[in-house]
């Protein structure tokens, strides 16, 4: 049975365009590696919708997943902060894009990072 990873990187105040590619790319790199990706990006709400309604829906999402891919500069973003401890706290496991990560949490089993 296929993981299922749940993305979560910034999206608030960046170009929607430009997020959507980084998006879709993670997507295609984790799907090829095994995974069954859930794309906040195709969340089924309008783009206008708001920032909360966005992230009741995101962590509707994330909490039926095993894993969370923490995409680069995740740690500039509130919602992503969120959905970090959201996953944290039901078992997740986190998988971190930037190596910089590893070093910092490199004594516990449960986080590992993926290098592209």
């Not at 749940?6 to 430009?18: F, M, R, T, V």
């Not at 962590?59 to 995740?74: H, K």
């Not at 919602?79 to 971190?96: D, L, P």
Request: hydrophobic fraction near 35%.
């Amino acid at each position: 049975m296929k993981k299922k990873c749940y993305l979560s990187g910034p999206i608030s105040g960046k170009d929607l365009d430009e997020r959507r590619k980084a998006f879709k790319d993670v997507q295609v790199m984790l799907e090829t590696a095994g995974y069954d990706v859930v794309n906040p990006m195709e969340n089924g709400l309008p783009s206008d919708a708001t920032t909360a309604q966005h992230m009741k829906r995101d962590i509707q999402l994330l909490i039926e997943c095993d894993s969370i891919f923490m995409m680069n500069e995740w740690n500039h973003s509130q919602g992503c902060y969120t959905e970090f401890m959201v996953a944290t706290a039901i078992g997740c496991e986190v998988i971190f894009e930037s190596p910089m990560t590893e070093i910092e949490l490199k004594e516990n089993k449960r986080f590992k990072t993926i290098f592209r």
